[in-house]
């Protein structure tokens, strides 16, 4: 029997983009913690993720201590270490990400090394355009897999892109390859796909949507990994999956479109190795905001459901 999918999600009011950081009232802890009890129900805990930006060498410190103020919780994080630094410092990348998983790889579930470094243009929501991002992914996931290594470490070491539409034909995928050789597919533990769509890129109908997922998963499983060496046996984990309400965007269709990707791949699980989905995000950063990134979530940002609220846990109970 395959494996059952893992369900993680964001859990605060918060989302990177183009124009900044998108954020609105303040999250409420004890809302959160109701919330996402309520949606796994009797169930596996759901996986919570979790962002850290590092700047540069002078931020190594205090992103340190966010990364221990984070573990010290004792919540199982899929912890996100983000690389902005616009001078490009990739030695001392690589030396914080492996601080990260030697002292805190025993306490964290997941350590994603860099958040799409091969989108480029948007540096308020991707690594991508930061300098030498490539080579912040490949010696920052040695460095932490060396580490994990090293200190027996638990933690599973990843990364996370955004789709390719002609991987191939992109500097990103062979720099990758020729920086990293072979140590880098052995170092990586899953390879995670951030994907949207109807969100960014064409519109797609709720009719083509089941397609749509299934050239998302087989084009980066048959496509994009194996330019890096990165064989079947490693899993794919959908490290961010959502959909805004807003104008022309009802919350009954995000129920819908929810539903049909979730479907999507959990039947694919199996063929194509995929163990992970998580939600982006549980909460609208400000639901009084028409902007694209600012209704996310499948609650309100007074925490109030949206009608896709109730179908997930319907669907984490069903699909586990």
């Not at 997941?110 to 991002?133: C, H, K, M, S, W």
């Not at 990364?159 to 072979?182: C, D, K, Q, T, Y």
């Not at 129920?255 to 549980?282: G, P, S, Y």
């Amino acid at each position: 029997m395959p494996q059952p999918l893992t369900f993680g999600l964001f859990p605060l009011g918060l989302a990177g983009s183009p124009d900044g950081v998108a954020a609105g009232p303040p999250d409420d802890v004890d809302q959160i913690v109701r919330a996402v009890q309520y949606l796994q129900g009797d169930g596996p805990p759901l996986l919570a993720r979790m962002y850290v930006s590092w700047t540069g060498g002078a931020s190594t410190a205090s992103t340190l201590a966010q990364v221990q103020e984070l573990a010290a919780a004792q919540i199982p994080w899929d912890l996100v270490l983000c690389y902005r630094d616009p001078a490009g410092d990739v030695a001392g990348w690589a030396e914080f990400a492996a601080d990260v998983a030697r002292g805190h790889g025993h306490q964290l579930a997941a350590i994603q090394v860099t958040g799409e470094a091969n989108l480029t243009g948007i540096p308020d929501a991707a690594d991508g355009a930061f300098p030498r991002a490539d080579e912040a992914l490949v010696r920052g996931m040695l460095a932490a897999a060396d580490a994990k290594r090293d200190s027996g470490a638990t933690a599973a070491i990843g990364f996370a892109v955004s789709p390719e539409v002609n991987p191939a034909g992109n500097a990103f995928w062979p720099a990758v390859a020729r920086l990293g050789g072979p140590a880098f597919a052995d170092a990586v533990d899953y390879a995670g796909l951030d994907m949207y769509p109807d969100v960014f890129g064409p519109p797609v109908t709720l009719d083509r949507l089941d397609g749509a997922v299934d050239w998302l998963l087989r084009s980066f499983r048959e496509e994009v990994l194996p330019i890096t060496g990165i064989g079947p046996g490693t899993p794919i984990r959908i490290c961010e999956n959502g959909w805004p309400t807003g104008p022309g965007r009802t919350p009954e269709q995000q129920a819908d479109v929810l539903e049909i990707i979730l479907r999507a791949v959990h039947a694919r699980r199996e063929e194509l190795n995929v163990t992970h989905w998580e939600l982006f995000t549980l909460r609208d950063a400000d639901s009084s905001n028409d902007g694209l990134f600012h209704q996310f979530g499948v609650l309100r940002d007074d925490y109030s459901p949206k009608p896709a609220f109730e179908r997930l846990r319907g669907l984490f109970r069903e699909l586990r």
